[in-house]
T-cell receptor, first 117, second 112 residues
Framework: DARVTQTPRHKVTEMGQEVTMRCQPI?????VFWYRQTMMQGLELLAY????????DSGMPKDRFSAEMPDATLATLKIQPSEPRDSAVYFC???????????????FGPGTRLTVL | QKEVEQDPGPLSVPEGAIVSLNCTYS??????FMWYRQYSRKGPELLMY????GNKEDGRFTAQVDKSSKYISLFIRDSQPSDSATYLC????????????FGSGTRLSIRP
């Protein structure tokens, strides 16, 4: 049963601390997305990669956020230093582009619920 | 103004009712229109997608796209308590490089 996995599922940290979230995309998928979901803003795209290369990170606060794909099986999202306004659920999603349906379907992981105190 | 607008709800209807969920958008370049369902504390999952205008039916679900009005709808017939979730509309342009833009989601509750 292929699925996107994310760790940790929950993270509580104090303001100023570094937070690293990890994602394992579905094997064979060539595109990885990082989203942030809050009640106020909904689902926002932070960054995405294709074939491990960053294609767009315009949605990410560059001064504190960074996203990488050290290899095809691991994507990371790092926040340093974290702030209370970063509290949200962070989702990773993967997909295969191009693909027959061309809908760019994305398969979402279960999310990391981050609370910054 | 957001590119995609969606009423957040919550929407509560009795079991068996027909549910209508809607989104409006401003970008005429959008060609693919999708509906994702998100259960509490889970990631969104793709429910249906359509290309350009028209209707698409899948079991109890029907997706409609009216590009002239920049308006999309999802209808759920014979709604079930298991349909209780947040429904997010999403859309993108034709290019594979085009990003998917999500609506903020409508929270739906089906009362037994």
């Amino acid at each position: 049963d292929a699925r996107v996995t994310q760790t940790p599922r929950h993270k509580v940290t104090e303001m100023g601390q570094e937070v690293t979230m990890r994602c394992q995309p579905i094997l064979g998928h060539n595109t990885v997305f990082w989203y942030r979901q809050t009640m106020m803003q909904g689902l926002e795209l932070l960054a995405y990669f294709r074939n491990r290369a960053p294609l767009d990170d315009s949605g990410m606060p560059k001064d504190r956020f960074s996203a990488e794909m050290p290899d095809a099986t691991l994507a990371t999202l790092k926040i340093q230093p974290s702030e209370p306004r970063d509290s949200a659920v962070y989702f990773c999603a993967s997909g295969l582009v191009p693909e027959v349906r061309a809908s760019n379907e994305q398969f979402f992981g279960p999310g990391t619920r981050l609370t910054v105190l | 103004q957001k590119e995609v607008e969606q009423d957040p709800g919550p929407l509560s209807v009795p079991e068996g009712a027909i549910v209508s969920l809607n989104c409006t958008y401003s970008n005429s370049a959008f060609q693919y229109f999708m509906w994702y369902r998100q259960y509490s504390r889970k990631g969104p999952e793709l429910l249906m997608y359509t290309y350009s205008s028209g209707n698409k039916e899948d079991g109890r679900f029907t997706a409609q796209v009216d590009k002239s009005s920049k308006y999309i709808s999802l209808f759920i017939r014979d709604s079930q308590p298991s349909d209780s979730a947040t429904y997010l509309c999403a859309m993108k342009g034709y290019s594979s490089a085009s990003k998917i833009i999500f609506g903020s989601g409508t929270r739906l509750s089906i009362r037994p």
